[in-house]
Antibody, heavy 125, light 110 residues
Framework: QVQLVQSGAAVKKPGASVKVSCKAS????????IIWVRQAPGQGLEWMGW????????NYVDKLQGRVTMTADTSSNTAYMEMRSLRSDDTAVYYC??????????????????WGQGTMVTVSS | QSALTQPASVSGSPGESITISCTGT?????????VSWYQQHPGKAPTLIIS???RRPSGVSNRFSGSKSGNTASLTISGLQAEDEADYYC??????????FGGGTKMTVL
């Protein structure tokens, strides 16, 4: 069955970096995108951005530009999300989701049809 | 981009129907038929229950239905069951290949 399995929880100090992995199975990894979403404790969902596994193209939400990098390794069917210069307000559960893609004109849209189990990232001194 | 607006909470009794609204702008909900709804039980990952305004993925109960009028999308749950108690989030394409979520609605079955 289609499954996304994420890496375990991480505790980081302010200013450090974190890299979360998301291993896909049960489908053709290159035929879908991967979207990253985070959820701060007790808060709602925040869309972070996506990567096209097929060509490596990425798109990030403006507020995270310059601090986040999304990559995908097709040899291991694993996607990664790295965030740098961590702050306390980056404390959240980070989810990866499989992206069912639509292209229309210059637009690219990914629906999020299968989700990973989430990775808790705590930023604390 | 600003989050879509959802009511903080809704409630209903078993067997009743409830509707959750999701209000955006002409730059997101009103301009694209790319509204999705997600269900999230406590401590669990979200699951997709409606895509493209009204499409139900395979395996999702037909008690869930979606619609849109102007800048507002809606999720209706009919025949409420205890297992429907969860948080519900809408999302919409917002241009520039980005997506925006609603703030979420806590749905309680009385």
């Amino acid at each position: 069955q289609v499954q996304l399995v994420q890496s375990g929880a991480a505790v980081k100090k302010p200013g450090a970096s974190v890299k979360v992995s998301c291993k896909a199975s049960g489908y053709n990894f290159m035929s879908y995108g991967i979207i990253w979403v985070r959820q701060a404790p007790g808060q709602g969902l925040e869309w972070m951005g996506w990567i096209s596994v097929y060509n490596g193209k990425t798109n990030y939400v403006d507020k995270l530009q310059g601090r986040v990098t999304m990559t995908a390794d097709t040899s291991s069917n694993t996607a990664y999300m790295e965030m740098r210069s961590l702050r306390s307000d980056d404390t959240a559960v980070y989810y990866c989701a499989r992206g069912n893609g639509y292209t229309f004109g210059s637009h690219i849209y990914y629906d999020m049809d299968v989700w990973g189990q989430g990775t808790m990232v705590t930023v604390s001194s | 981009q600003s989050a879509l607006t959802q009511p903080a909470s809704v409630s209903g009794s078993p067997g009743e129907s409830i509707t959750i609204s999701c209000t955006g702008t002409s730059s997101d909900v009103g301009n694209y038929n790319l509204v999705s709804w997600y269900q999230q039980h406590p401590g669990k990952a979200p699951t997709l229950i409606i895509s493209e305004v009204y499409r139900r993925p395979s395996g999702v109960s037909n008690r869930f239905s979606g619609s849109k009028s102007g800048n507002t999308a809606s999720l209706t749950i009919s025949g409420l069951q205890a297992e429907d108690e969860a948080d519900y989030y809408c999302s919409s394409y917002a241009g520039s290949s980005t997506v925006v979520f609603g703030g979420g609605t806590k749905m309680t079955v009385l």
